[in-house]
């Protein structure tokens, strides 16, 4: 079973950066599109950046022009780079990694933006 271990979640004021990186306990040897997930307090969770392994990138509206996704297929890794955050960016965010067979998520990094 692989696992998902997700870090660089943290506390950050508005207008300030975050890099959230993801990687998988073992190889992944098919192809697999990662993405990363958020969800606030009493909301759905929602898609925030999509990569396939092709490298076709699709971000929420929401985010689109501050945060970047790129992965490490050598390292079954995946980055959010997230700048000029909002406090409604605040949100636990979940890193998940998808294939013909297998959907995998980690345990979710806390973001807070906040003065």
């Known amino acids: 079973q692989v696992q998902l271990v997700e870090s660089g979640g943290g506390l950050v004021q508005p207008g300030g950066s975050l890099r959230l990186s993801c990687a998988a306990s073992?190889?992944?040897?098919?192809?697999?599109?990662m993405a990363w997930y958020r969800q606030a307090p009493e909301q759905q969770r929602e898609l925030v950046a999509v990569?396939?392994?092709?490298?076709?990138?699709n971000y929420a509206d929401s985010v689109k022009g501050r945060f970047t996704i790129s992965r490490d297929n050598a390292k079954s890794t995946v980055y959010l780079q997230m700048n000029s955050l909002k406090p409604e960016d605040t949100a636990v965010y979940y890193c998940?990694?998808?294939?013909?067979?297998?959907?995998?998520w980690g345990q979710g990094t806390q973001v807070t933006v906040s003065p």
């Open positions: 998940n990694v998808r294939g013909v067979g297998f959907d995998y």
């Open positions: 073992h190889s992944i040897f098919s192809r697999y599109v």
């Open positions: 990569i396939t392994w092709g490298g076709t990138i």
